[in-house]
């Protein structure tokens, strides 16, 4: 089920607070705070799709092993100036 957004809308007409909805897609929008009964406005947001560019699709493409199948070397910093490799080929260890 999908997560909507909605802001309270006081009777002054200021904004209020803003908070998360899990509700089915066929459910009416919301007029009231489930809560307090104060009115409110679905703010429209775009949705978090996943795809080549998420969280993780780019971690999948900098895994250790993705890096050596493609003929990377992979340094961590394990010090002031030292690196230890975790993939590929090369010294064990740069820095000085």
């Not at 406005?41 to 799709?49: K, L, N």
């Not at 999948?60 to 993705?66: G, P």
Request: negative net charge; proline residues 6%.
């Amino acid at each position: 089920m999908p997560t909507y957004t909605y802001q309270v809308i006081h009777d002054d007409g200021r904004a209020g607070e803003i908070f998360e909805v899990v509700r089915r897609m066929s459910d009416p929008p919301l007029t009231e705070h489930p809560e307090t009964g104060e009115k409110v406005v679905r703010i429209f947001q775009s949705p978090h799709v996943g795809g080549e560019n998420s969280e993780q699709a780019q971690k999948a493409r900098m895994s250790d092993q993705n890096l050596e199948r493609l003929g990377f070397t992979k340094y961590v910093r394990s010090g002031k100036g030292h690196y230890e490799k975790r993939t590929g080929q090369g010294p064990e260890h740069l820095g000085t």
